[in-house]
C-alpha cells in the first residue's frame, strides 16, 4: 500500500506529504522525509516496550489487565501524583491525561517546561506578533534564525517553509531572501545563512536590547560581541524588508535571562511593526508540544505546570513544573506519558522518579522505563493509530493510521486506567 | 592534572536525533551523545585528541566522554542532550521550570576513565543523595 500526505510526527513542523509504503505488516519505504523521519518510521517496530512490572526489584512481563490495574492503584493512592509528558502524542490522549489529573488532583506538566515553556512565560507578559508558516513561505523576505538550529534539528523547515520555497509573493525563492542565523557558535544553520552574527553565550538579552535601542535611533556601540556596524547593517534590513520574521529556539529560552530574553524578542519585533510587517514564532521541537499547550489551555485555562490538588487547575511555573516537583522530592508517585524524562532532565531531578512508583507510557523503550515500576506500552500516534497535532505555527493536522499494532492507543489506555481509578 | 574551564552548552545534534530513534539503549545512541566537542586549541591544552576520553565537571557531577574537534570558540564546549549531559546541570530552576541547559560553567581533564555507558547512567542517577 502506499499512503500519500502523512504528516511526519516528529518535529514541530509537521510535514504533512510524507508518503509511506507497507508491504504487509511492515514499513518498507518512506519518501520525501528526513532522515529524523525516516529513521522514526523505519524503525517503528524495534526496541518496542512490554507490559513490565517490578517485582523483587526486576521487570517482569504481566498481562496488560494487571498493568492497568496497578497503575491505577498506584494513583488511587497517592497524596500529590505527577502526570508529565503529553509532547510526543496525539490531542486525545492529552485531554484524557487532563481528565485524569483532575480526578486524582494531580500536577499535571508537559515538555514544554524544559523548552518553551519561558516562551509562554513571555507571551503571557506582553504578547506576539505571530504568523503561520505558510505565510513565511508566501511572504518572508528577511528570515532571522536565534538561537536555533533549524539544519540539524527541523531538517525541512529551510525547504518547505523558510528559506528555499517559491511562494505566492516570493517567487524567486532562495534568492529573493535574505537569511540571518545569530547563535553563540556556528552551525550547519550558519552555512545556509547569508550573515552569520556571534554572539557571546548568555548575552542574547543585551544584543536584543541593543537592537530595539538601533531602532529607535540610538547609537548603541559594540553588544555582545557583536560590532556597531553589524548591529546598524541588521536593523536597515529589519526596517527596510517587506516581511520579516524571527524564528527562535532554546538558545534564548535555556540560557540565563530565559524569558526575559523572548520578552526582548516579542518587544523587538512589536517595535519593528512601527516600521515594517513582522513576525516571531517559536521553533517549537517535539510533534505534539503546541498541542500539549492547547489542549491544556482549552481544559485548564493554562497551558502546562498545572496543579489540581485544590480541586480546581492553579499555574505556576517553577512551582508545579515536573523538574521543580521532582527536585524538592515533593510527588510520592509518577505517571509518565510519550516522553523520557530520565533522557532529559537534570540527573538530580530524574533521581526522585527512581524513589516513587513510576508508571511510564511508552511506544518505546526508554531510559525512564529503565527505573520505572510500572511499564505499558503503546501505539505510535501518527503511524499505528490516528489523531490530530498542532504544528508548531499552532496549525492543527490530522494524523493518520498507516500500519496496525498489537498496542492500544494512549487515549485507551489512560481511559481504562481512569475507569479503574473510579472503579 | 591539566584542566581547563569552559563554558558548557548542549544542544540538538542531527546524529543524536537520527540514533534517538534507533533507540536510547543502542550503541548508536551512546556514541552518538556521549561526546563533547570542543575548539581544537582547547584539547591541546588538556592533552586530548581526537576520540579520546576526557572528564566534564561542573558544580552538580560530572561524566566522561569522548572529546570531538568543533569549530567552536575558545573556552566554549558543547554536548548533545541527553543523559550524559544531565549528569552536569543543576535541578534548581530559580522559579522558572527551566534548568539552565545552556550555560553552566565546567572544568574539562583529559582521562583514562571509561565513558558511562546508559546502564552506568542509571546507576549513578540512583545512586545520588
Ligand atoms: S522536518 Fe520534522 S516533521 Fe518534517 S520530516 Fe523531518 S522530522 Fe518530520
Redesign the pocket.
Known sequence: MIYKNIV????????DD?EVVTEGERIADVK??????RS?FLNHAKDRAKHLIKKNGKLVEVPIEEALGEAAEILKKADFPLIYGLSSTETDAQRMAVELAELIGASIDNTTSVCHGPTIQAVQDCGAAKCTLGEVRNRADLVIFWGCNPAEA????AT?YSITPRGLYTESGRKGREIVHVDVRETKTSKMADIFVKVKPGRDYELLSAFRAAVKGYDVGDVAGVPSETITQLVEKMKSCKFGVIFFGLGLTMTGAKHMNVDAALRLVRDLNDHTKFTINPMRGH?NVSGSNDVMTWCTGYPFAVNFSKGYPVYNPGEFSAVDILARRECDAALIIASDPVAHFPAQASEHLVRIPTIVIDPKINLTSLIAKIVIPSAIAGIECDGTAYRMDGIPLRLKKVIDSEFLPDREILKKIIERVKA | MNYMKVILISGRTTKQGISLEMGKTSEEYSNNVAVIMMNENDMKKIGAKEDEHVEVRTKFGSAVVRCKESRIDRGIAFMPYGPWANMMISADTQGTGMPDYKGVEAKISATDKDVLTIANVIERIKEIK
Open positions: 511526519c510526527t516528529l518535529c514541530g513542523c509537521l510535514c510524507i520525501n522525509a528526513c532522515e529524523f523521519s522514526k527541523h531538517i525541512r523547515h518547505r510533534g
